[in-house]
């Protein structure tokens, strides 16, 4: 093994990084906020079905290069590699150690060339592009002769099990080194087909029959279509999804695909569980879509159900599959055009987060807040603040926070004083109710809170004879709503035979007095 001297902007270290730092997403496109999200999104699916642990690679290696789209660090590195034939050689994604692939070759350069510049549909090919070159290192494992090449690939490819390689072994030729879901399908639409090898290409007009797979057999009753559009309208399965699996003899969604009727049944379910049994299609399965959006800030549903896959909820939104991809579960201020994509469904507590993260955009004109001293009600200001973030200023609090407290009607205190803050100015009635609340009761600051049974006309102290440390913790235990616990606290009124202090020993005197002014 050669050695080499590492100039400048090389290194034979390995990066090891639990921060996504990114600089690049599919070469040229989005900002970095938006190639940070792509880009985790892109690994989290690396490791989707993964069963064998993933782990860096800790071999040494001879040379590297630190970004192989720079061209005068490119052109440092490949005139290393003159005369020095082939070998093996590592892409290792910058931001996740345990992220690369390993490859052979005989021509490094050529290589190197070929793959930042093809588009290939392989895993490897397609998250790189995706990520971007620029956040790999490049390196060289070893020179090594050419007959040697498929001994020494298979060494590492089963030392390490690469995440971002789709075989781990050497059995395959150079150009055929690579698998992905869809070329292993359209390798199957030709090997595997019950029908004329010679049929061309299926394109629209072609009629649809879909037979229900059963564990023991083909259902002989179908359903046909006249098109892929019109099987994909009523089947909710996306059109390039029906395409990918047509004539292939693997399922999707426990439904088979063709472009003529089945004959030999018997036949055809063999075929069907051959291909179960070589080809893992998981991974494939639609995923169902949560699309919410925002109409008098109340969070709504669309269509008040999931969209069946991403394809769908791409087509409703008149966009890509990769711009639905992007934003799934991203929970931006905007969301796309108003909308909010997510891959399951939001609880209460999402719901309120999603609203808290709308009314946190800043956008001028969108939100005015009025904000009043809870002592007396006056205006703060003498007029309502534009925007929630002009109103963050003023405060010198997060717009974020001042959006959480909007409209709560509870003071929080801020800049030494208790305030209200509202989405709109508030009229007599409101104010009647305000001066009626125990401003003690601060919205944004922790208070314990005592919980007390009634038995025998005495107070008896729950948990242990100490107070929960907050609401939040108090509503988690008991099971009770937040409105709820702040409606009763300091009333003397109780709620499931419980009662609620923001004070120790409540007194019996405190109880007759509240019941007195009841009775009143």
């Known amino acids: 093994m050669v050695v080499a001297n590492l100039p400048i902007g090389f290194s034979s270290k390995r990066v090891a990084s639990n921060v996504f730092v990114l600089k690049q997403c599919v070469r040229f496109y989005s900002t970095v906020a938006e190639r940070l999200d792509l880009n985790v999104d892109a690994v989290k699916d690396l490791y989707t079905d993964r069963l064998a642990p993933a782990k860096p690679f800790t071999d040494k290696v001879v040379l590297s290069v630190s970004n192989i789209l720079d061209v005068s660090l490119r052109a440092q590195f490949f005139s290393q590699l003159k005369d020095k034939g082939g070998g093996i050689y590592l892409f290792q994604y910058k931001h996740d150690p345990n992220v690369f692939y390993i490859g052979r070759t005989t021509q490094f350069v050529y290589r190197f060339r070929s793959h930042i510049n093809h588009k290939l549909s392989d895993k490897f090919h397609v998250f790189g592009n995706l990520v971007g070159w620029d ?42 080194i690579y698998e992905t879901l869809t070329s292993k399908l359209k390798e199957i639409k030709l090997s595997n087909s019950i029908f004329s090898k010679d049929k061309k290409s299926i394109y629209k007009g072609v009629g649809i029959y879909i037979y229900k797979l059963s564990p023991s057999h083909i259902d002989p009753v179908f359903d046909k279509y006249s098109s892929l559009n019109k099987a994909s309208e009523m089947t909710k399965i996306a059109r390039s999804t029906l395409a990918l699996y047509l004539d292939s003899n693997v399922p999707s969604e426990g439904l088979l695909f063709y472009s003529e009727p089945l004959v030999d049944f018997e036949s055809s379910f063999q075929l069907v569980s051959e291909s179960l049994d070589n080809f893992n299609i998981s991974s ?67 719901l309120e987060s999603l609203l808290a993260l709308y009314l946190s955009d800043s956008t001028p004109g969108k939100v005015k807040v009025w904000a009043y001293c809870a002592n007396t009600l006056e205006l703060i200001n003498n007029s309502f603040f ?83 440390k907050s609401r939040l913790e108090a509503t988690k235990a008991l099971k009770i709503s937040h409105k709820t616990l702040t409606k009763k606290l300091n009333t003397y009124i109780p709620y499931n035979e419980l009662y609620f202090f923001t004070f120790p020993n409540p007194s019996e005197a405190g109880l007759r007095d509240e019941v007195s002014e009841v009775k009143k």
Not at 162 to 170: A, D, G, I, R, V
Not at 312 to 338: E, I
Not at 395 to 402: L, R, V
Not at 436 to 457: A, F, L
């Open 135 to 176: 956040n790999f290192t490049v390196s060289i494992v070893e020179f090594c002769e050419k007959q040697d090449l498929g001994l020494r690939e298979n060494y590492y490819l089963q030392k390490y099990l690469p995440l971002l390689n789709t075989t781990f072994s050497s059995k395959l030729s150079d150009t055929a």
């Open 284 to 350: 494939n399965k639609s995923k169902k879509v949560w699309v919410y959006t925002i109409f008098n800030n109340e969070v709504e549903l669309v269509n008040n159900e999931p969209f069946d896959s991403r394809g769908l909820a791409a087509k409703f939104l008149n966009t890509s599959h990769n711009v639905v991809r992007y934003f799934m579960d991203s929970w931006k201020g905007r969301g796309y055009n108003g909308y909010y994509l997510f891959s399951n469904p939001l609880n209460r507590e999402g």
């Open 386 to 468: 534009n925007t929630l973030k002009e109103a963050g200023n003023f405060f010198d609090m997060k717009y974020t926070t001042i959006a959480k407290h909007l409209d709560t009607e509870l003071p929080t205190k801020q800049g030494g004083r208790l305030i209200y803050l509202f989405s709109h100015e508030i009229d007599n009635e409101m104010r009647d109710q305000l001066k009626n609340k125990d401003i003690t009761v601060i919205s944004n600051t922790t208070t314990e809170i005592w919980v007390y049974k009634k038995s025998n006309g005495e107070f008896t102290l729950l948990d242990n004879n100490q107070p929960f």
